[in-house]
Structure formats: structure tokens, C-alpha cells
């Protein structure tokens, strides 16, 4: 039987993981170094990407940033075609990267956007985990970690066309985990609210909001989304596959 640190290990592991240049992204960038893995850092900026490689690099672990639009899928294809060129497998798949725009009201959603929206959350990942998870499936097998969000199963009409998505999004992860099963897991992270770069628009009344509506009273701190997902790109969650698991403070 495996020790615990053998069981969280990622040594030896390369993990992609796309919106890693921020937020959750590079929180989770920076833990699976920590845990041993080659880090693969794609975003839209590589100045970005950049800046977290560096870190990454301070750490000991080869980094890898990369600039791509995860929702086109030409230069999804072509990430994928450098990546294996560069490091020769994926093992750890995070779709991670999102947006949600604002707008004033569901009549000024226009059609751009809702293509825009659905084309980052769920269009750029379908194409993703499929090419990676058939290359996956046909070597040594990986672990596929989708980033939902708990506008998936509550949705807000501030949040239509991204709540649209990520109930796509969860439903994609259960259809995956059974098409690539048994070599390749496939699971999906549902956070709720999180203290990210986003959290800066939500106003002044939030504290008080969470306080009424969350278990916990209060949003997370970008660093506790690390424990779920270091579990479910290690050996830790070798029997876990097609789970949806709320990472929310707690929904009353």
C-alpha cells in the first residue's frame, strides 16, 4: 500500500492546466509543482503565463507557459500537437479557463457573446479533453479535472450564457468519464463563490450576502480550492470518476 505522500504525489506527472496565468488557475499551477508535476501554463497572455513559470521554475519544476484561446479550436489543436511535441505526454488535464461578461439585461445578450461565453466554457474544453483523453486512453492513462461552477445547478439571470455552459460543462465530464474509462478519470470541480480577481465587481454588500446564504458565511480563499485538486489529479482519487463535487462554503 502506497503512503500518503506516494498517494498525492505528482512527481514524474506533466499537467496542463488552461486560465493558469490567475485565480484558481495558478493556485493550482503552483500546488501540482509543489506536489512534483511539470506545469504546462496556458491563458490568453503569455506575459502572463510567463510570470507563473517563473515561479514555478523557482520551485525546481519545469514550466511551460503557453498563450491560447481555448475557445478556438485551431489553436486548441495546435496547443495540444506543441505540448506532446515538447513534453511527450499529459497526464493532468485542469479545463479551468472561463469567463462570464456582465451585461445590463438578457435582451442585451447578443450573439457574440453568447457564442463567445459558451466557446470558452465549454466548446474549448470539449475539444481538449477529447484530444488529450484519446491520446490518454491509448498510453498511460491521466486524470481529466473540469472547472464547473455552482451557477451550473444555480443559476442567476446576472450569469445566463455561463451557467448555460457550465451545466454543459458537468454534464461533458459524466459522458467523458465513461467514454475514456477505465484508464483516464474524469472529474469536475463546481466552486462557488471564490476572493478572485473577479470578486472586485461584486459590490460592497457580498460579506453579508454569504453570511446568510453559505454554511461558512463567507466566499474562499483562492488557495482552498488546492486540496480537491491535488486529490483528484493524484493517485488519491484512483477510484473516483464522472463525480460533480460542490466546493460552495455550503449551500443553505
Not at 11 to 31: F, P
Not at 188 to 196: D, E, Q, S
Request: hydrophobic share 40%; charged share 25%.
Amino acid at each position: 500500500m502506497k503512503s500518503i505522500e506516494e498517494l498525492f504525489s505528482l512527481k514524474g506527472k506533466n499537467a496542463l492546466i488552461t486560465g493558469g496565468s490567475r485565480g484558481l488557475g495558478k493556485e493550482m499551477a503552483l500546488a501540482f509543482a509543489k506536489a512534483g508535476a511539470d506545469v504546462i501554463i496556458v491563458s490568453r497572455k503569455r506575459e502572463a503565463c510567463e510570470a507563473v513559470a517563473n515561479e514555478i521554475e523557482a520551485l525546481g519544476r519545469r514550466a511551460y507557459p503557453y498563450a491560447c484561446h481555448v475557445g478556438r479550436w485551431e489553436e486548441v489543436n495546435q496547443l495540444v500537437e506543441n505540448v506532446y511535441n515538447e513534453f511527450g505526454k499529459i497526464d493532468i488535464l485542469v479545463n479551468n479557463a472561463g469567463s462570464s461578461p456582465l451585461y445590463d439585461s438578457l435582451v442585451d445578450v447578443n450573439e457574440k457573446m453568447w457564442d463567445s461565453v459558451l466557446g470558452l466554457n465549454l466548446k474549448g474544453p470539449f475539444r481538449l479533453s477529447v484530444l488529450v483523453g484519446d491520446k490518454m486512453s491509448k498510453g498511460d492513462g491521466g486524470s481529466i479535472i473540469n472547472v464547473s461552477s455552482i451557477a451550473a445547478t444555480h443559476p442567476a439571470p446576472i450569469e445566463v450564457p455561463y451557467a448555460a455552459a457550465k451545466a454543459g460543462l458537468n454534464n461533458l465530464t459524466k459522458a467523458l468519464a465513461e467514454a475514456y474509462a477505465p484508464k483516464v478519470r474524469v472529474n469536475c470541480i463546481m466552486p462557488g463563490p471564490f476572493l478572485t480577481d473577479i470578486s472586485k465587481a461584486w459590490g460592497d454588500g457580498f460579506k453579508e450576502k454569504f453570511k446568510n446564504s453559505l454554511f461558512l458565511g463567507r466566499a474562499g480563499e483562492p488557495e482552498e480550492i488546492v486540496g480537491i485538486a491535488l486529490y483528484l489529479a493524484s493517485d488519491a482519487s484512483s477510484y473516483m470518476t464522472g463525480a460533480i463535487i460542490p466546493l460552495d462554503g455550503g449551500r443553505k
